[in-house]
Nanobody
Framework: QVQLVESGGGLVQPGGSLRLSCAAS????????VGWFRQAPGKEREGVSC????????YYTDSVKGRFTISRDNAKNTVYLQMTSLKPEDTAVYSC???????????????WGQGTQVTVSS
């Protein structure tokens, strides 16, 4: 019943931008903290960003600070990740998930999307 669907991934050149979307059905994202995660080949899954249910706090991992921005549109039941100044090392499958507890502290998740591929290459 609960479904999260990511979109917006693709191939982009270094320095380019993409906006990822996490659209939900069967759940009201406004009631949940939502995180973005990524996993590159040979690397552990990494929590990239998180936004609180109240939108009063956000979290970014150090490697994306100043380049990525997380936001939500509750009317559309969607959370976004705006990515700018993309680097090849940002290449990964990006997934969204609801997060239990505090953003950036533990990353305890409940529901996941299938992920969208982001490839940064010239």
């Amino acid at each position: 019943q609960v479904q999260l669907v990511e979109s917006g991934g693709g191939l982009v050149q270094p320095g380019g931008s993409l906006r990822l979307s996490c659209a939900a059905s069967g759940i009201i994202l406004a009631y949940n903290n939502v995180g973005w995660f990524r996993q590159a080949p040979g690397k552990e899954r990494e929590g990239v960003s998180c936004i609180s249910s109240s939108t009063e706090s956000t979290y970014y991992t150090d490697s994306v600070k100043g380049r990525f921005t997380i936001s939500r549109d509750n009317a559309k039941n969607t959370v976004y990740l705006q990515m700018t100044s993309l680097k090849p090392e940002d290449t990964a499958v990006y997934s969204c998930a609801t997060v239990r507890g505090r953003c950036g502290s533990g990353w305890f998740t409940d529901y996941w999307g299938q992920g969208t591929q982001v490839t940064v290459s010239s």
